[in-house]
């Protein structure tokens, strides 16, 4: 899949990438997406968003998302003292995110999102936390930069145990082509910067048809596919 998106506007995918692709979403998306790993781990997603008027307040007209994720990491197996086999799901993450964003003189896009963490380990030990988005979009006509800071909040606890959500800069440029008539191609550099992580880079290219057809590729720099 496309791996490099802080750049990338008006596709509702790109908005867990940069929030701010939001603020160009020129019609109602809705994505819907799962997928099952070899260790039987699964991940599920929702998102919709679309434009929203204001007729008494024009200045609140701006696009709106709600998204859903799922994330379970599959089952094991126990055994207590007394050598009880229990199966229990070794981990299970959910988020709820709202967003809201506008874009100013249709060159800058500007969007905020809010969520909600909770997580479980082992069916026993349960955290949650709140945290923010926010990102910044230019668009050039043919060029677009993009930067986001995500992950802005409050740590998940377990009892005594603390873990921080990891915080996140994300940086890209991504250029526009028209090749032929109805045939459009678009490339792309990115980084991400992660707490207590190196820097890494990452490309990608899409082609599309008539609005119809989409092909992407996407390559890790510094990184897998």
Same mark, same amino acid.
């Given at each position: 899949?496309?791996?490099?998106?802080?750049?990338?506007?008006?596709?509702?995918?790109?908005?867990?990438?940069?929030?701010?692709?939001?603020?160009? @979403?020129?019609?109602?998306?809705?994505?819907?997406?799962?997928?099952?790993?070899? $260790?039987?781990?699964?991940?599920?997603?929702?998102?919709?968003?679309?434009?929203?008027?204001?007729?008494?307040?024009?200045?609140? $007209?701006?696009?709106? $998302? $709600?998204?859903?994720?799922?994330?379970?990491?599959?089952?094991?197996?126990?055994?207590?003292?007394?050598?009880?086999?229990?199966?229990?799901?070794?981990? /299970?993450?959910?988020?709820?995110?709202?967003?809201?964003?506008?874009?100013?003189?249709?060159?800058?896009?500007?969007?905020?999102?809010?969520?909600?963490?909770?997580?479980?380990?082992?069916?026993?030990?349960?955290?949650?936390?709140?945290?923010?988005?926010?990102?910044?979009?230019?668009?050039?006509?043919?060029?677009?930069?993009?930067?986001?800071?995500?992950? !802005?909040?409050?740590?998940?606890?377990?009892?005594?145990?603390?873990?921080?959500?990891?915080?996140?800069?994300?940086?890209?440029?991504?250029? /526009?082509?028209?090749?032929?008539?109805?045939?459009?191609?678009?490339?792309?550099?990115?980084?991400?910067?992660?707490?207590?992580?190196? @820097?890494?880079?990452?490309?990608?290219?899409?082609?599309?048809?008539?609005? /119809?057809?989409?092909?992407?590729?996407?390559? /890790? !720099?510094?990184?897998?596919?």
């Amino acid at each position: 899949f496309y791996t490099s998106f802080p750049a990338y506007q008006g596709c509702i995918v790109a908005l867990h990438y940069n929030p701010a692709s939001l603020a160009f @979403l020129k019609k109602p998306e809705l994505a819907l997406m799962t997928k099952r790993g070899a $260790a039987e781990d699964q991940f599920s997603s929702f998102t919709f968003g679309a434009h929203v008027r204001s007729p008494k307040i024009p200045q609140l $007209a701006g696009n709106t $998302a $709600a998204s859903f994720h799922y994330y379970s990491a599959g089952e094991i197996e126990l055994i207590d003292d007394q050598g009880n086999v229990s199966t229990v799901n070794s981990q /299970r993450d959910m988020a709820f995110i709202a967003s809201y964003g506008r874009s100013i003189y249709d060159r800058l896009g500007l969007v905020l999102n809010l969520k909600y963490l909770r997580s479980t380990l082992l069916e026993s030990f349960t955290a949650s936390s709140f945290g923010t988005d926010i990102g910044a979009l230019l668009d050039l006509r043919l060029v677009s930069m993009g930067l986001s800071f995500q992950n !802005i909040g409050t740590s998940l606890k377990y009892g005594n145990a603390a873990e921080p959500i990891p915080f996140t800069i994300r940086g890209g440029l991504s250029r /526009r082509f028209l090749v032929y008539e109805e045939h459009r191609v678009i490339s792309a550099l990115d980084f991400v910067k992660k707490k207590c992580e190196n @820097l890494k880079y990452s490309t990608g290219v899409e082609y599309i048809f008539q609005d /119809r057809i989409f092909a992407r590729f996407g390559y /890790r !720099i510094n990184g897998t596919t």
